[in-house]
């Protein structure tokens, strides 16, 4: 809320004429049941209080929350209009309070039915209003003489409530009409006086009030715009509690107040001292003490009307919900404060609200804590008074702010770790404010405000700017840098579209010679995405960046035209790019093979072997046998690329052949089916081959039986 806002000053005008001393038709029980009664008393009949008592008490109540809440720089301006203007105080501070109120109105006394009501009208009282509002009050004063050159700066805005009881809509109208040529006369008068302040902004809250049972003849209208001066709304309320609750609402909405209820207060009976019950008392405060509720949805809202039993026929509204807490003293259970607000109950005679506010005033404090179908419950607030003044804490219910906050780098639940911090305060070091001394006007000749350009500016820098790392890969490019930092310019020069293009072209060079590109891989399973696919993101991502920049100048369009040609690769280029995508695969599915076999080679390697050996020694039991059978036909010839005899190193076996050498033998001869000896193996001397035998030959060397050459 602005210092000197609509709220800074409020002008009650009450009509005081004949008619406001009609009862409101709304009874009141004076005499109240007790059932001990002697029998044979006729009880007091009911009374019924006067549209003026009625107004006037709506009135005090508003003025009594006001005081409550804001005891200081709220002022209220009291008027009660008849025959003439009766002023009951003034804007000092010393005359704002209730007492003084109520003393001025007990001296101007009810309004009488027997005058003349032509001499009376609300119309002396709007003038006076306007006239008080054009007056200075200590705190404008106070703030003009310390802005001396500035004090113009000092704004002059005001309310004015009337009550009264209007006759039509037209009646109204006029009423309207009145209020707005009053002040464009006094408006001219201030502006030649220096005790006196021009009139910014007037609030006009017109509420037409009629006893109960009767047909309203004026129709409300929501808040509209007479001039820019003057705003007006009409409200059309039944007198008695339907009038005062309409006031209760209006004081919340002028002062941005909330509701709280606090439920489950536990008190004594006073007819039964040993048993108790649990009560309800609606607090009114600032709103502000409602932000963290607001900030996480968890507003504990319902729909009710007043705690008090004189509203519950009047408007409803909405409040929140906390309920007592055991008060505690512990102050290992304290929790951090972060705010403190005056507090006013709504019923303030009412039983519950006294008991408490006593307890309070006593030094005791009270924990609240949000209501909760499961889990733990949450302490959100507390009740406690400073200085005979009771005040609502709002209680942190996280991380205390008294703490330094979590690095960023941490992340949010320890989820989100790679956020672009450095990037980031390069880029509040680009879009930070500072002063501007010298005017800049736009190319339409207009002057340039510092502050909408600063905004216009970070604006541009935000159109497309990932905050994490691995949600781009252009800002983790250093090749990209030079393009970025100049397509968030509202207007390129011919060397900055050379400069995108240079960029441009340097990509395509480096998707031309294959280069890898800074893809993040965080949270996937594999190598990532395949090398054309990285360029198709980055390209992606770039023209994204280009894109959103397109509509600030002729010259971003060439800069997107070259970025597009360029992504248009030609056919031979897409058929390379084919056979890299097959070759790649091809080499993915051996990699796949090999690691399969691999795994399986361990246990396979022993079965292979132990039946290898078996077919072995069949293969000679059965040769054996056919050898020496006289009935045996010829072995059918066979024509193997080796001769055993002629492998190297292996000589025949005389004696029984021993399992290494059955074992090499049919190694051996396995290996000579696949390919063709090397013929250095086969014309080895004791498994040595000697190589470059033609170099030696010609410089005379020869070479000996072990190896060794000899000079001739």
């Known amino acids: 809320m602005k210092l000197f806002s609509e709220s800074h000053k409020t002008v009650f005008v009450v009509d005081h004429c004949p008619y406001m001393a009609e009862s409101c038709r709304q009874h009141v029980e004076f005499d109240m049941l007790i059932k001990n009664r002697t029998q044979g008393i006729i009880p007091l009949a009911p009374i019924s209080r006067s549209l003026w008592t009625c107004s006037v008490e709506s009135s005090m109540e508003y003025c009594r929350i006001m005081y409550d809440i804001f005891p200081f720089k709220k002022l209220a301006n009291f008027i009660v209009s008849d025959s003439g203007a009766n002023v009951l105080n003034s804007w000092n501070q010393e005359d704002q309070n209730l007492q003084e109120l109520m003393a001025a109105l007990a001296a101007v006394g009810p309004p009488n039915p027997r005058a003349d009501p032509e001499c009376c009208s609300i119309l002396h009282g709007l003038v006076a209003a306007v006239e008080a509002l054009c007056k200075i009050t200590e705190y404008q004063h106070e703030a003009r003489t310390l802005l001396m050159e500035n004090a113009d700066r000092v ?45 910014q902004k007037c609030e006009l809250v017109l509420i037409h009030t009629y006893p109960v049972g009767e047909e309203s003849l004026v129709s409300d209208h929501l808040k509209k715009e007479l001039s820019p001066v003057l705003t007006s709304e009409v409200h059309s309320v039944r007198a008695g509690r339907h009038l005062a609750t309409r006031l209760n609402l209006l004081v919340q909405q002028h002062f941005d107040l909330a509701s709280t209820t606090i439920t489950n207060i536990p008190m004594k009976e006073e007819q039964h001292a040993n048993t108790s019950a649990n009560y309800d008392v609606e607090l009114l405060h600032h709103k502000e ?68 506010t006593n307890f309070l005033l006593n030094g005791r404090s009270v924990l609240l804590e949000q209501p909760r179908k499961s889990g733990s419950k949450v302490i959100s607030h507390m009740l406690s ?46 879009n930070r404010l500072a002063p501007f001394l010298e005017p800049r006007y736009k190319n339409d000749d207009s002057l340039e405000i510092p502050l909408e350009r600063a905004k216009d500016q970070l604006e541009k820098h935000t159109r497309y700017w990932p905050m994490i790392i ?18 968030v310019k509202e207007a390129l020069t011919d060397e900055d579209v050379l400069t995108c293009q240079k960029t441009i072209y340097s990509l395509v060079e480096m998707e031309r010679k294959n280069d890898p ?43 997107l035209e070259c970025l597009l040609t360029c992504r248009s690769k030609p056919p031979e280029e897409e058929e390379r790019k084919k056979r890299g995508r097959k070759r790649e695969e091809k080499e993915d599915k051996a990699e796949k ?12 390697e022993s079965e292979r072997l132990k039946g290898l050996l078996d077919r072995e020694k069949e293969e000679l039991a059965e040769a054996e046998i056919i050898k020496d059978s006289p009935d045996s036909p010829e072995p059918p010839n066979k024509k193997p690329l080796v001769v055993m005899e002629d492998l190297p190193g292996l000589e025949k076996n005389k004696g029984p052949i021993s399992l290494l050498s059955l ?17 250095g193996r086969l014309n080895s001397v004791n498994n040595k081959a000697e190589l470059y035998q033609h170099l030696k030959e010609e410089n005379g060397m020869e070479t000996t039986e072990n190896g060794k050459p000899s000079r001739q």
Request: hydrophobic share 30%; proline share 3%.
């Open 470 to 487: 691995s949600q781009t890969t252009i800002f983790n490019m250093q090749a990209v840098v030079p393009l970025a930092s100049v397509i």
């Open 385 to 430: 008074s400073h200085g005979g003044e009771i005040f609502l804490h709002v209680l942190s219910s996280s991380r205390s702010i008294l703490e330094d906050p979590p690095s960023i780098s941490e992340g949010c639940g320890g989820r989100v770790t790679d956020y672009r911090i450095t990037d980031f305060g390069e880029f509040m070091r680009e």
């Open 155 to 199: 704004g002059n805005r005001g309310r004015i409530i009337c009550i009264t009881n209007a006759k039509s809509d037209s009646h109204v109208r006029m009423l309207e009409e009145f209020v707005q040529e009053t002040i464009h006369e006094h408006n001219k008068l201030a502006a030649n006086s220096d005790h006196l302040m021009q009139i």
């Open 593 to 604: 093979a090999g690691k399969d076999y691999e795994s399986e080679k361990s246990w396979q």
């Open 289 to 356: 003490a409602h932000v963290d509720f607001l900030k996480s949805g968890d507003t504990h809202m319902s729909s009710s009307s007043s705690s008090s039993s004189s509203s519950k026929e009047g408007t409803f509204k909405e409040t929140i919900t906390l309920k007592w807490c055991t008060p505690r003293t512990n102050s290992v259970e304290l929790h951090y404060c972060t705010g403190a607000y005056r507090i006013s109950p709504v019923d303030v005679n009412s039983r519950p609200s006294s008991c408490l």
């Open 517 to 559: 590109l800074p893809i993040s891989t965080v949270g996937t399973r594999g190598k990532g995405p395949k090398r054309d696919e990285q360029y198709r993101i980055m390209w992606n991502e770039l023209e994204t960046l280009v894109r959103a920049h397109l509509a600030n100048s002729e010259k971003h369009q060439r800069v």
């Open 663 to 679: 074992w090499s033998n049919r190694i051996n001869a396995a290996n000579s089916r696949k390919h063709q000896e090397f013929i």
